[in-house]
Structures are given as C-alpha cells and as structure tokens.
C-alpha cells in the first residue's frame, strides 16, 4: 500500500485549527476539508466533545516538502533506512495541509537517529492541547473505524470516551465524517496492537539455538502466543532438511512481530550468522513471518528451501533493524493480508534474492515491499491481488532479469482511496522510514501491470530507471503518475505532498500517458534508442495547491523516439532525436507551441 500495512495508523498533525471551548464561535476555521484530531471526553447522545490536540509519528519539523538531494543525484548520508513492512503505509493526516512531511526512521532501540538540520518529536501518540470542540453527529456524518486490518464502516456506537477521532468538517460548518483512528495497544484509538514507543520484544521461542553448530535433519514446531518455532540466538549455525511449523499462536502486538520477529517461524537475531539449505517453513499465525532476521549484525542466508505463510502481517522474508537477508532458489507463498514476499519493516538491512519464485495472493501484499536495500536477480515475482513493488523512503529496489506482475485489487483498507497502480515510490509518515531518494531501478525481464497505472510516484523524492524492460499494462491506467495526494493516509500534507522525479528509459520501449501535477516536478529522460508513444502533461494539483516550476522537463537523446498519441504540455523540451506529432502539439511553459 500501499500500499499496504495496517500495523499501526499513526498521524503526523501540526494543529492548524483554532476552535473556541465549549463550542463558541470557531472564527471560521470550519473551512470544508479541514480537519482536527481529538480525543473524545464527552458523548451526550449524538453530541461529541473532544480535547484538541496532535497526534505525532516521530516526524521531523520542516515545509512539508521531502528533503532534495544533492546535485550528483545520491541520497543524502544518514544512519540507516527505516520503514514499514508491507503494502499499507500505517498513516492519516488532515487534509488542512499543515501535516510535517518526510519523517526519519528509528533505530532498532527505538531511538531517533542523529540527523542534522531536524528536529523530531518524542515517541508516536496523541498529545493533548488545551482548546476542546463539541459537535453533532447527523445521519449525513460518515464514521469509519480504523483497525490493524483495516478501515471499515462505523457508527455513533464506536465513539466513545477516551477515543481519538479526526473530525472533517463539511460544507457550512458541518461534519462531514468522523474516524475513530487506530493507535493500537496502550493507545487511545481503536482497539489493538501497534504501540510506536514500545522497546523491542521478540518474544519468545519453543526451541532456541545459542551455540555454534551444523544441524541436520528435524522438526521444530511452535502453537505458542508470540513464540518462534525456532531462535537463533547470536550464534553461527547451519541448518539443512529442517521442517519449522508455526501452526498456532496469537500476536499481542502486530508491531513486535512485523519489526521485532515475535511470533515468527524462524528468527535469527543478536548478530547471528544462520545458513539455511533445503528446508520447509510454514507458518499459520498472524505475524506468522517465515524466516525472520532481525538486527545489525545478523545475517541468514536461505537457499532452496520453501516457505509458505498463511495469515495477515506474515510476510516470507522478512528483514528489521539493519539485519541481513540472503536467498538463492526459494519458493515463497504468503496468502494473508499486508503480507510481502519479500518485506522489510523498522530499521531496514540488506536482502539480496537470486532466483526462486516468489507469491503473494493476499490484498496489501506486494511481491516486495521495500524499506531497506533490496536486489533481486532472476526470479518470478508474482503478485495476486496487490501491487508488485513498493519503496518507501530512502530506500530502493533493483531487479535484474525478473518476471513481475502486480494485480492491485484496492479492497484492502482503503487502498482505491489514492491511486491504483503497478509499482509505487512514497513518504509516508509513519515514522518507519528515513525521508530522502526513493529508487527503482529494472534491467531486462518483464514487468505487467493488471491494473491501474504502472508507476505511481507521491510524497517523495524519486528515481526510476528502466533499461531494456519488457512492459505490459493490461489495464488502462497511465504509463507513470507523479503527484501529490489527498494526506487521507498520512502521506505529507494536502497540496504540498507533491513528489520530485526523475524517469530514465535506457534502450527502452514505452507505451502510455504520462502525467504530472501542478506541485511535482519530473524530469523524463530517453537515451539509448528509447522509443516512447504516449503523451506528456501536466495537471492542476487536485488539492488545490501551489503550483511549483519545471513541472515536466523532457530529454529526448540521440536515436530516441517520441511518437505522440495526442496533445501535449511540459515546461522544457530538449529534442536530440525525433518527435512524430501525428497531428498534435507540444505546448511549453512559456507559451510556445511545438508541432511539426
């Protein structure tokens, strides 16, 4: 999702709404679409009263924009990726466009990395001002609860005292839907698992492994609550012809297992070196991750061997904290929801993946959801009812001579809310992952979109190069999207979320529409005999915010082609090869009209 995961839905809100107490005259802050964050201290049947305040996710103060990068096109040096593991990013924030952007990740101790030039709040949670606002429900209110799978329908019954509501306000200061939002366990939202400034609980383990040795041969099996089938507790070891079952056990907290690896099947932590050669993980519970590692230091390597995972928040190969994960031809299936293949959650690491086929047939669950630095080399990446690919944050994806497909259903909690596309780049604001260059890079092999568009770019800085891909959008979205969003999940704040691309096609053939808003920029290159045969334009930013320059600047290099499929607007155009008009027109920034 995203995207995506619900682990947690955090908001990044700086209060921009100043409402008198008691319901006294709001001095016409009511403005349709802003919204405020409260916690509930009243219900007097359908008239609520809530305490002002904000809800931070560890974001750093700032414009609301993602950082830039430096002029030779690197992402700037910090300590480490972080972001959330799965498709959904966990976050909301209100549509009055003063929500802080591009927040930093945490270290696996839960603290805040050193960064200069930013301020970070404390950990994620509501903080309560001193103003309050009382307000009526009507049967015109929408209400939605947020849950750790999802947002569903709700009504004047889920609120009560001591909830966190969003309130957005309607036309002639009216309400026009309230949330009952999702803090998780020790929070004040709806009920559930996600606790942002909870220290690392890995649980516990049926059987733990602490001493160095190789190990054939075996069945380790797990029904416990929060229990690993088998640990690997700082130890050197190899393990073949093993069988890991974790067929029961409930997750307490959906965070301790998506970013510390409780209630996973196998979890390698404490700078263990773990080699794993043809051996079955199958896994039942939710946080039911297959083969888990987790902290600096740690490394697992997995070849041959096949994993399967049946439940929510139970991704195959899961990688937190700055571990290490290696994979040579696997097979992995998840089937539950926010539930990646290949993911990577808090604290980021390095996973490199050589063959093997890899499956997600969950709603949320992409082939690979990125929040570290993942390079995948001739596998079949194959997502059912997802997204393929998404990278969050200051992290990437490199795939050379893949099979990809994606499928976005966006019945997953919300996820039709913003986009419904192929491959997705964003901010959230989550608290997961570091802001800075978003990037997917694509050498040979194919790429399938069976819906909505191929490339989606919100909320962050980006780059996509594609070199000698075989593409296919089977639906009929647009080739790439970059522009801002609506912040209804948390991605920067409303008409300043845009996004900063570069897109470049080496010896590549590109079929589609390109598109781009008012307060994005993107820099579209063609270069090694690239042909593409769409158009080019840009748009007014949907949330009504202010137009910013070089929206779209096009490079089209020597023996490229650009055949349009109809008119056309961009800000720059440099031509070093050949454009077929086909009767159309480019328009540039400065009014010039290019035909032929």
């Known amino acids: 999702m995203h995207m995506r995961k619900f682990a947690a839905i955090l908001l990044a809100v700086l209060l921009a709404l100043s409402c008198a107490v008691g319901g006294a005259e709001e001095e016409n802050q009511t403005v349709a679409g802003n919204s405020v964050v409260g916690q509930v201290t009243e219900v007097d049947g359908a008239q609520i009263t809530i305490q002002l305040g904000e809800l931070l996710a560890s974001a750093p ?212 070196q773990v080699t794993l050669d043809n051996i079955t993980v199958s896994t039942s519970a939710q946080n039911g991750n297959g083969v888990f590692s987790y902290g600096a230091g740690t490394s697992v390597t997995i070849r041959n061997s096949t994993i399967t995972t049946l439940n929510d928040n139970s991704g195959g190969l899961q990688t937190t904290g700055g571990g290490a994960t290696y994979a040579e031809n696997c097979t992995v299936e998840t089937s539950g929801n926010s539930s990646a293949a290949i993911r990577s959650d808090r604290g980021g690491g390095t996973v490199e993946v050589n063959g093997g086929t890899y499956t997600t047939n969950g709603t949320g669950s992409p082939a690979i959801y990125s929040t570290a630095e993942i390079s995948v080399t001739g596998a079949t990446l194959t997502a059912t009812n997802s997204e393929a690919v998404v990278v969050e944050g200051r992290n990437s994806v490199e795939l050379t001579d893949c099979a990809v497909s994606g499928n976005m259903t966006g019945t997953y909690g919300g996820d039709s809310s913003e986009n419904i596309h192929n491959v997705m780049l964003y ?89 781009v808003d008012s307060i994005s920029t993107l820099d579209f290159n063609l270069s090694g005999g690239s042909t593409f045969n769409g158009t080019i334009n840009i748009v007014e930013n949907a949330q009504g915010g202010a137009a910013v320059d070089g929206n779209a600047n096009v490079v089209i290099g020597e023996g490229c082609t650009w055949s349009l499929t109809g008119d056309c607007t961009v800000s720059t155009l440099e031509n070093n090869g050949e454009i077929i008009f086909n009767g159309f027109t480019i328009t540039l920034a400065d009014g010039t009209v290019v035909s032929d």
């Open 427 to 515: 901010q959230s604001t989550s608290g997961d992952a570091e802001a800075g260059l978003s990037s997917f890079a694509m050498t040979g092999g194919s790429l399938t979109a069976n819906a909505g568009d191929m490339f989606y770019i919100t909320n962050t800085e980006a780059e996509i190069t594609l070199t000698g891909v075989n593409l296919t959008n089977s639906a009929d979205g647009a080739l790439l999207r970059v522009e801002g969003n609506s912040s209804e999940r948390g991605w920067g704040a409303a008409g300043q979320n845009g996004a900063q691309a570069a897109f470049n096609a080496v010896s590549q053939v590109l079929t589609g529409d390109v598109v």
């Open 61 to 272: 103060a700032g414009d609301g924009q993602p950082p830039q990068a430096p002029a030779d096109g690197q992402p700037p040096e910090t300590s480490g990726g972080q972001a959330p593991g799965d498709a959904t990013p966990r976050d909301t924030a209100p549509a009055d466009g003063n929500a802080p952007n591009a927040p930093s990740g945490q270290t696996p101790d839960g603290n805040m990395p050193d960064m200069p030039g930013q301020n970070f709040s404390a950990i994620p949670g509501f903080i309560a001002g001193e103003e309050t606002l009382t307000f009526t429900v009507t049967d015109a209110t929408a209400i939605a609860v947020e849950s750790a799978d999802g947002t569903s329908d709700g009504s004047l019954s889920d609120i009560s005292v001591d909830s966190i509501l969003r309130v957005v306000f309607g036309e002639n200061e009216t309400i026009a839907s309230v949330t009952v939002l999702y803090l998780g366990e020790g929070g004040m939202g709806g009920p559930g698992g996600f606790d942002g400034g909870a220290e690392a609980d890995n649980g516990s383990a049926a059987a733990t492994i602490d001493e160095d040795g190789a190990y054939t041969s075996g069945t380790y099996t797990s029904t416990g609550d929060d229990e690993n089938a088998l640990r690997i507790d700082g130890a050197t070891v190899e393990l073949s012809n093993i069988i890991i079952d974790k067929s029961g056990g409930a997750s307490s907290s959906t965070e301790n297992g998506d970013f510390y690896g409780a209630n996973a099947g196998l979890l390698a932590l404490n700078g263990a």
